[in-house]
Structure formats: C-alpha cells, structure tokens
C-alpha cells in the first residue's frame, strides 16, 4: 500500500504516536485506516470485470504513451542540436510510433496529427 507522506503523518496524529519524534510504517494501524476512493466498488460482476480491464488497459496505455513522449523527445533533442539527418531518422520511427498509437487509440488522432506536424516543422526550419 503505497500512501503520501502527509497522509502518514496525519494518521501519525490521529493514532497518537506523536510521542516519539521518529516513527516507523509498523508503527500505524493500518486496519484503521480507511482509503477514500474516487469510485464505489461494484456490485454486479459485469462492472467488476469492467473495473479490472480499466486498471489493465490503464497500466498498458501509461506506458504505451510514455514510449511516445521518449521517441518525441529524441526527435527534439536532436533537432536542438541542430543534427538534421539524426532528427529525420528519428522522426521516421517516431510518427510511425506515433501512427501506431493513434490506431490503438492510446492518443487521439488530432494529437498525433499535431505532433508529427509540430516535429516536421521543427525539421524543416533546421535543414
């Protein structure tokens, strides 16, 4: 369970641990604690289901999307430094990537338009 540092201190105070000046994780109660979270479980098995692929397909595009924030940022690092023929190849890969993403709608399709059209622009200014 992983928790904020405010909120292990203000469960510190409440359990009234404050007596010492350090605490450990053994230290709290952590059967007292109750977690808010921003949606009610489901009751019906169709929702539960439903709720399970949210968390797997969530956990999948979190990554998806950053292995296209990366190739973006390859392809700008190599336009900062001003390396047109390292930012043309990157690019290549990267719209595919990018391209690919959008199909699987892990982004939408203007946003890939956007940044394939923001990335060549940067290309041609430096070439």
Do not use: W
């Not at 990018?98 to 956007?114: E, F, H, W």
């Amino acid at each position: 369970m992983r928790l904020p540092i405010n909120q292990l201190l203000k469960i510190k105070r409440q359990q009234n641990l404050d007596k010492s000046d350090s605490f450990c994780l053994q230290d709290i109660d952590f059967k007292k604690i109750k977690l808010h979270h921003s949606q009610p479980m489901a009751n019906i098995q169709s929702a539960k289901k439903r709720a399970r692929q949210a968390l797997t397909r969530n956990s999948l595009k979190s990554s998806q999307r950053a292995a296209v924030r990366t190739a973006i940022k390859g392809v700008e690092e190599a336009i900062s430094s001003k390396d047109s023929e390292l930012a043309k190849t990157n690019f290549k890969s990267t719209q595919k990537l990018i391209d690919k993403m959008a199909n699987k709608k892990v982004i939408s399709k203007n946003s890939a338009g956007r940044q394939k059209s923001r990335l060549n622009k940067a290309i041609k200014l430096i070439s």
